[in-house]
């Protein structure tokens, strides 16, 4: 087992050099003039163009510009210095105010998801065909077919404006309660789609020869259930959850652009519109790690889940 | 938290009597605000809050908290005096700006001459890549401060008289310089903005000291809010609330949802997909003002298919701006028969004459007579909500003239520029132009003249250049207007760009303020601004 994480994480480093080579490759080959990008429609004096090219080496294009400019910049992130953003701010202190939020935000939604989606899941399963697994079934087709870009500003709209049940906005600094829409909001369709896969495993396992030979030695069904088929149903569960996790942090562009929550989304989609660079790729990174780190942590959970697998 | 709500539901009808109260009494001014409240604007996350490096609306609404400007301009945008006792000049050349006694910073440093000379100083030096540094251009010196090692470090035109004048040397004369001494560039610094002379201290930004009627509460927080609140010690106007949070949001979608359950305060910029529900969402509260956008397309003049002024005539004749700014803009806009605002004095109405009046038979004629093109594209940034009327657009010239018409996105306003810049054919292309200084000359100057900052269409004509150098040199502002208005006649005739729009401030606030204005910058006016009890 330790020589199993040892190798991952060995093979996390690659990894993350890979994908950063690759992001900044893409950031470089896309970006058009960053800093007209950056005064929107106003013209930009020769002064400013000259005093941003030289700060940011933007005169360096080309094999041996991208080369240049990349290992520049991963010698300042192995310093532990991820760059400065366009408008001057330090994208590490950028990144540190963004991730709190973000990362409140996916918890919330995470829990939203197993605590609905997977008992919602377990319960369809048990009693397959019933009216609650039509109507979940009937539901979870509706969350999964309105798209985040809908589903948000209606809630906003119903549950913010119209009801006032909800603050219709978060802010910088929110609370629980009023992270607790935009959260069920962007957990949403991972929960549709967590339900519908405990449902599925659920009901498989429970027609599963072992499960036959448990009721025949007459264990009582929450035992069954409780033990038996549910640690068997939870496996492709988990590897879901697992990513999605990755998923609920990077991909809260929509729901943070919303409800208004300065998290890693909103920043993310502020770099890309207004070509910032070293921001994108910053964030990005950062998300890397994120994702082989929850990757890690599911394949870990797989050995605990189910005793036949074991890594050497 | 359910307090909290069951207290919001209480308000609501409270707030709605209130409204009903002040409605039934009539005068604006009655009793019923609260001087000690703290109002909530909405701005984006500004780009930089250094003076002479803020050129978006965002950050100069901060500014105009923090700072108080030289001159202002009144309800006919004419400019008057504030911080200064008054702005003189015998030749538009030597410019004399006397201080008004009383000032201070918000450290208590007094404001003095050298306070408005080392901040402009700064802003003007190439090196500290200042966004607004060409406001400075009209002083006598700044060649010297420009490249990469300038020869100097000090505009050689400003000098200081005594401690509340200065005088101001330009290189050539400029009759509008006074006007444009209102814009946010020529604000003060204090000594304790820079670490040492000439070079500003790195943490000002977070936390910019001013001499305006707020002071800073705390530093800017990123992505979140700036706040500011009344400093007392201002001697001018006094604002009627203790304070302002500038609440920074990404979309301006979700200020709406704020404005609309009175999370938020004012929203400076209604979105376009709300405009069709605002006015009776916001009902009163729901308002427009003048504002000084300029929406307009561009020809590439340098293209043989476009280079005759009859084509481009033609082109502006098939379009019927109306039908577009109602049935698009909901009338949040309004058609433009000219090259300026009618918000800058000297402004006459329908200056293109007949090209502005849509006529699809005359227009036709014209069209063919002139050999138009078959095929027209018209290139936007998609980023902006320009697809809507830009197809409209579109279809117009289409049914009217014949033609088949295309709209092209790029993604980014700077793509656009990119590919116009290295002259690829990109058809017409859409531009907007936002004043800077209530001049005609911030119209005509930076986008017709030859070396004008935003002509991308290749128009050059020498004599409008002449004539718009005679307005900025001209004694009096008569004879200016009079110099720019046979300029604007000329663009009259070669139509380089077709007017389209004038935008207007489209703005609404919530039941927990009132009086709110907004001046011609989008910006909103914060001595005017009331909170309800």
Partial sequence: ????????????????????????????????????????????????????????????????????????YIRNLLQGDLGESLTG??????????????????????????????????????????????????????VLAVPTIVLAPIAQYFLGVRWQLFPPTAGADPDFYALLLPGIVLGSLSLATALRLTRTSVAENLRA??????????????????????????????????????????????????????????????????????????IVSVLVVVYLIANLVVDVLYAVLDPRIRYE | MRVRRLAAWTAL???????????????????????NAAVRIEIAEPQHLVPTNTNETSGSQVLAALFSPLVDYDDAHQAYE???????????????????????????????????????????YAPNGQGSSYFFEKIAGYEDLQGETPAAQTLSGLEKVDDLTFTVTLSAPYSDFRTMLGYNAFYPLPKAAFSEPGVLDEGYEQAPIGQGPFKMKGTWQHDSRVEVERYDAFPGEQPK????????????????????????????????????????????RFQTSPGSTFQFLSFPTYQEEFSDPDVRKAISMAIDREEITKAVFKDSQAPARSFVSPVVAGYRENTIGDAGTFDPAKAKALYESAGGPSQIEISYNGDGGHKDWVDATCNQLKANLDVACVG????????????????????????GWVMDYPSMENYLGPLYTSNGSSNFYGYENPEFDKLVAEGSSAASEEEAIA???????????????????????VFGHSSNVTNVEMDLFNRVDLLKIEAVQ
């Fill in chain 2, 241 to 284: 609330v203790a304070g302002v949070e500038f609440r920074i949001y990404q979309q301006p979608a979700a200020a709406y949802a704020d404005v609309l359950s009175d999370n938020l305060d004012v929203i400076k910029m209604i979105p376009t997909e709300n405009l069709s529900t605002a006015p009776t969402d916001l009902g009163d």
């Fill in chain 2, 408 to 431: 092209s996105a790029e993604p980014k306003f700077s793509d656009l520029l990119t590919k116009v810049k290295a002259e690829q054919p990109v058809g017409l292309f859409r531009m």
């Fill in chain 2, 82 to 124: 504030v911080a200064a006792e008054s702005v003189t000049s015998e030749d538009n050349i030597t410019w004399t700006i006397k201080l008004k006694d009383g000032y201070t910073f918000h450290n208590g440093e007094p404001v003095t001459a050298d306070n408005y000379i080392d901040a402009w100083n700064y802003g003007a």
């Fill in chain 2, 13 to 35: 009808p409270l707030a709605a009597t209130l409204g009903l109260v002040a409605c039934g009494s009539g005068s604006g001014g009655s009793g019923g605000t609260d001087p």
């Fill in chain 1, 209 to 282: 020869d072992y499960v036959r030979t448990a009721r025949s030695k007459g264990l009582v069904k929450r035992r069954i259930v409780g033990i038996h088929v549910l640690r068997n149903s939870l496996i492709p569960v988990v590897t879901f959850l697992g990513v999605e996790l990755g998923n609920l942090m990077g991909g809260a562009i929509i729901t943070e652009g919303v409800f208004n929550i300065p998290g890693v989304g909103f920043n993310l989609f502020r770099a890309i519109r207004t070509e910032d660079g070293p921001l994108v790729v910053g």
């Fill in chain 1, 1 to 72: 087992m330790v020589r199993f994480i040892l190798r991952r994480l060995l093979q996390m480093v690659l990894a993350f050099f890979g994908t950063t080579l690759i992001v900044y490759a893409l950031m470089f080959a896309g970006q058009g003039d960053p800093i007209q990008a950056l005064a929107g429609e106003r013209p930009v004096t020769d002064a400013q163009r000259a005093y941003l090219t030289e700060k940011f080496h933007l005169d360096r294009t080309g094999i041996d510009g991208f080369f240049y400019r990349y290992f520049d």
């Fill in chain 2, 483 to 505: 110099k720019y208005q046979q300029a604007e006649d000329l663009l009259a005739e070669d139509m380089p760009v077709i007017p389209l729009r004038y935008g207007q401030n």
């Fill in chain 1, 89 to 142: 701010r330090q994208i590490g202190d950028i990144l540190a105010a963004a991730w709190p939020v973000t990362i409140k935000l996916a918890l919330i939604a995470m829990t939203v998801t197993v605590l609905v989606g997977v008992t919602a899941g377990v319960l369809a399963g048990i009693r397959r065909a019933s009216i609650f697994d039509n109507s979940t079934l009937l539901l979870t087709l509706v």
